[in-house]
């Protein structure tokens, strides 16, 4: 980009009031005393106000998939803003959102092969929980209102997500949640599991958790039980070998429906379009976010089974067969720029290519083991976890210290606690994968 471009843009401009914007998941008073400011973005790097260009290691929140500044995104859109800015969906339609749905739905597995549109990964959760509720209600199981999630799982920050979310900060000052709500034990086990590339080896029994809350509630209070296939938040806690297919048998078992929540996971992470398909797993109900737009346009999208949807069109009654829905569901510009960057997966493979990064990047992960208080390393396609140990009588110190050290030298990578957590952009090249370890390695070796 020319100065005269930057100065265009706002490029170097810093606010002047930090006080009017309280920040979302932010330690406001901590940012705000030193902040930093990102003014602009290309390709696989952000530049900041002091013109530094650092690395995107995490791909924006796990969602700009095709790296930044994606031109024929941004022409779709604009294109968009010229032809129709927004007409709403509720008993009406335009044509782009059909468009789009079809040719989405091409891209996930069989029986998932209708959407329902919303915002972000959090009304998806929320929309695939009231739908597995209203399902079984339809059918005639009214009873089945019990939603189980699983320690250490985030959902969004709904009051559904929170509630089958498992991790107590983001729960404990919100009062009761949901009622009904239970949770399966988590799959993080670092003793039997540490420093494993790929999926770890121990601990499909997990999956028979669900068994000892099915006798404890009984399956026919029991709606449906939602994990995500790789937990993001909590630490990229991958699930051993074996454990979806478990859990997916139990399900299927028990007439409970399975919803993966798939907001980092689907469109491409895995090196698949979602989850169920690198694992050969399919739910009945797919929750989704984040890619499908690549991030420039706030978007979710539910998939739910063809035995799912029918049930809902099945009904006699020719009025509003799911009284759900959000004013910008399926909006225009949210379509046009999930068309384009379906466009460019398409193209680029991009979908697949974290399948042929995985060895190159497990390999770069793994460089991890044997430094200084790294206590686990987890990886598989493009995801990935550096857990440091905490620092006695400063938790997660650790943890900020070698992030704010990774950005110094080039890198802006995030850390939840003592977690170093990576999901780049899927265009990462393999030369970048060695010079973001390079930079976590000296980064980590330097932090006592
Ligand atoms: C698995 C999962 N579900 C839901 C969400 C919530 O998405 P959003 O922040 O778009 O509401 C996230 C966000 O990171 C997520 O990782």
């Known amino acids: 980009m020319s100065n005269t471009d930057k100065k265009k843009l706002g490029h170097n401009r810093v606010p002047t009031d930090l006080e009017s914007y309280w920040m979302p998941s932010s330690a406001n008073r901590k940012f705000k005393q030193d902040p930093r400011f990102i003014v602009s973005a290309r390709g696989m790097y952000y530049t900041d106000s002091n013109d530094k260009e650092v690395m995107d290691g995490s791909a924006g929140l796990w969602c700009v998939n095709a790296g930044h500044y994606r031109e024929e995104i941004n022409q779709a859109i604009a294109e968009q803003l010229e032809q129709l800015d927004f007409a709403h969906s509720f008993n009406a339609g335009h044509p782009l959102a059909f468009d789009y749905a079809s040719r989405l739905v091409k891209h996930f597995p069989d029986p998932l092969n209708h959407v329902f549109f919303t915002n972000s990964g959090s009304e998806s959760v929320d929309t695939a929980l009231k739908i597995a509720l209203s399902y079984h209600k339809l059918r005639g199981e009214g009873s089945r209102q019990r939603l189980i999630g699983r320690e250490k799982g985030y959902h969004g920050m709904g009051f559904g997500g929170i509630s089958v979310g498992g991790l107590m900060k983001n729960r404990s000052s919100f009062g009761m949640l949901l009622p009904g709500t239970d949770h399966l034990r988590h799959t993080l086990d670092i003793e039997r599991n540490a420093f494993s ?31 995500e296939p790789i937990a993001g938040a909590a630490g990229v806690i991958l699930p051993p070998q074996g454990y979806l297919q478990r859990l997916r048998e139990l399900c299927t078992q028990h007439g409970i429906l399975l919803i993966f929540d798939e907001v980092i996971t689907a469109f491409g992470r895995l090196g698949a379009s979602c989850a169920a398909s690198r694992f050969g797993v399919v739910p009945d109900i797919m929750a989704t976010a984040k890619g499908i737009t690549n991030a420039t346009v ?16 099945g009904v006699e009654d020719q009025g509003i067969e799911l009284s759900h829905g959000y004013t910008y569901s399926g909006h225009p510009l949210a379509c046009a720029a999930g068309m384009a960057t379906l466009d460019i997966y398409e193209r680029e493979g991009l979908l697949d290519r974290a399948a042929s990064l995985e060895q190159h990047w497990n390999e770069n992960a793994m460089r991890l083991q044997g430094q200084p208080n790294v206590i686990d390393v987890r990886c598989h396609a493009l995801i990935g976890a550096i857990e440091l140990a905490p620092r006695p009588g400063a938790p997660m110190a650790r943890g900020a210290e070698v992030a704010k050290r990774c950005y110094e030298l080039g890198l802006w990578s995030r850390n939840i606690g003592d977690m170093i957590v990576m999901s780049p952009p899927l265009i990462i090249s393999e030369a970048e994968i060695t010079r973001m370890f390079d930079i976590i390695c000296k980064a980590v070796a330097a932090t006592p």
């Open 197 to 227: 590339a790929g999926l770890p080896a121990h601990g499909i029994e997990l999956a028979d958790d669900l068994t000892r809350l099915v006798e404890l509630h009984g399956a026919d209070n029991i709606a449906a039980v939602i994990v």
């Open 298 to 313: 706030p978007m979710g999208a539910v998939f739910v089974s063809d035995a799912i949807f029918d049930t809902f069109m």
